[in-house]
Structure formats: C-alpha cells, structure tokens
C-alpha cells in the first residue's frame, strides 16, 4: 500500500510540473514565441518573384505612402518625396491600386523599412493602367 502511495505521489508531481511548465509560456507553442513573430509571420508569407529585382528605385510621385505592409490599409511610415532613393530588398505581391496593377517593393529608405506600390517608382510596369471595355450605347431610332 506504501508503494503505491508512493508511485502515485510522484505520478501527481510529474503531471503537475508538465501541466505548471506548459501552462507558463516556456514550452513549444507559447504565446509568447508566436505573439512575437506574428508580424515577421505576414511579411515571410509573400513570395518574391523569380526573376531578377533591381538593387534601387528612385520615387515618381510627389508624396508616396511608405508602409509598414504592402497594402493601401497599412499603417503609413513615412511619405518620400520625389527623387528619394531607395535601396530595394524585395519584390512583394502583385495588387491593384488606383486602376494600377504593380507589385509592392520592400524599400530602405535612410533608416527606415517598408513598402511602396511600384506605379510611384522608377520600377512601374508598363503598360500599367488597367484596360476599361468601351462600352457604348446607342439610341434606337
């Protein structure tokens, strides 16, 4: 009877330490590990494209939205100016705005990381505003 007292004393040890270790954010899989790389998470998720991308762009447009992700819902960074030039360390996806289509690019700028939409940049694709059909009605006579 002592024995088993014994083995189920220390059964009870070990299953509380796993569940006190598990439970404090220092096992696999924390909160604590995941919360940290959700951001770098979203960004790894883009995949460059496979064909060579230039080393510096130069900005087109007069006040151009750097951002923290490459979408026009991000939070803004820093607006360039134009002529500032940027050191370029990805292409991103390709997106639509304005009526543009062009990728986003991972830029440094000065001190600074983030992403601008390509159609404000030396690097815009052409041709690079989306066709519109022309559609025309005509009266009946």
């Known amino acids: 009877m002592k024995n088993t ?3 189920l004393t220390i059964l009870a040890v070990i299953i509380a330490g796993y569940l006190l270790t598990s439970c404090s954010g220092k096992g696999k899989g924390s909160a604590s590990t995941t919360d940290t790389s959700a951001t770098k998470a979203k ?3 883009l995949k460059p494209s496979a064909e060579a991308v230039p080393t510096s762009l ?3 447009g007069s ?3 750097m951002r923290v992700l490459p979408s026009v819902k991000a939070a803004r960074i820093k ?3 134009m002529n500032d030039s940027c050191a370029v360390l990805e292409r991103g996806k390709m997106d639509t705005v304005g009526g543009f289509v062009d990728y986003w690019y991972k830029i440094k700028y000065k001190t600074k ?3 601008v939409f390509g159609q404000y940049t030396s690097l815009k694709q052409q041709p690079n505003k989306q066709a519109k059909p022309n559609i025309f009605f ?3 006579k």
Request: charged share 25%; net charge positive; proline share 0%.
């Open 5 to 7: 007292n014994v083995f």
């Open 43 to 45: 960004t790894d998720t």
């Open 58 to 60: 130069s900005v087109t």
């Open 63 to 65: 006040s151009v939205n």
């Open 79 to 81: 607006q360039l100016k």
């Open 113 to 115: 990381e983030g992403w």
């Open 138 to 140: 005509q009266k009946k």
